[in-house]
């Protein structure tokens, strides 16, 4: 067996998860994000103990983050939107600015996948982002559900039980 089977093994059975949807347009009926990111978890046996839509302002974002990860009962922080280049676009800022530990294979990754088998050259204006706040995981991709989906699908459920028994490890 190798180390990761091991580590997968060891992992928690369930990771409670918090939803960000950061975008000056959405609302609840219209945030399919969002959606998708909830019944993606529920469907892997991830509890979700809550979701919010959240203008895209760096300072609101960071003080979400800060509010999440003091909450003891979020391990992990999903976001969707915000991740482009435009001038409104602030997530990534807000989220790179507050890790203690950056994962940066999840960006490189998700813009390979992305470029292969998905948008090609125009993978190269994402600008996904994962890592950690003390022991809480981040994960911050890009809001349209076709990213969403790649993301959860390829590079999320696979490993976040795998992240939480690494952050949580003595």
């Keep these: 067996m190798s180390s990761v089977e091991e580590h997968r ?11 960000i ?31 919010t ?3 895209d302002n760096y300072q609101d974002i960071r003080e979400l983050l800060y509010k ?7 391990e992990a922080v999903l976001l969707t939107g915000g991740t482009g280049i435009s ?4 997530t ?12 940066p294979g999840f960006g490189e ?11 090609g050259s125009a993978a190269i204006l994402s600008r996904a982002i994962a890592g950690t706040m003390g022991k809480t995981a981040i994960f911050s991709m890009p809001g349209s559900t076709g990213a969403v989906k790649l993301a959860m699908e390829r ?16």
Excluded: N
Aim: proline share 3%; with cysteine; charged share 25%.
């Design 87 to 90: 001038p409104r676009d602030t």
């Design 92 to 103: 990534y800022e807000a989220v790179a600015s507050l890790l203690d530990k950056t994962l």
């Design 109 to 119: 990754i998700f813009r390979m996948l992305s470029f292969t088998e998905d948008i």
């Design 9 to 19: 093994k060891e992992a928690p059975q369930t990771v409670s998860c918090y939803i």
């Design 53 to 55: 839509i959240i203008k």
């Design 21 to 51: 949807t950061v975008s000056d347009t959405r609302t609840t009926e219209t945030d399919t994000g969002g959606a998708l990111i909830k019944s993606m978890l529920e469907e892997a046996g991830y509890e979700v103990i809550g979701s």
């Design 68 to 74: 999440c990860v003091d909450h003891a009962g979020i």
């Design 155 to 170: 590079l999320i459920i696979p490993e976040l039980r795998h992240v939480m028994r690494e952050i949580y490890k003595r």
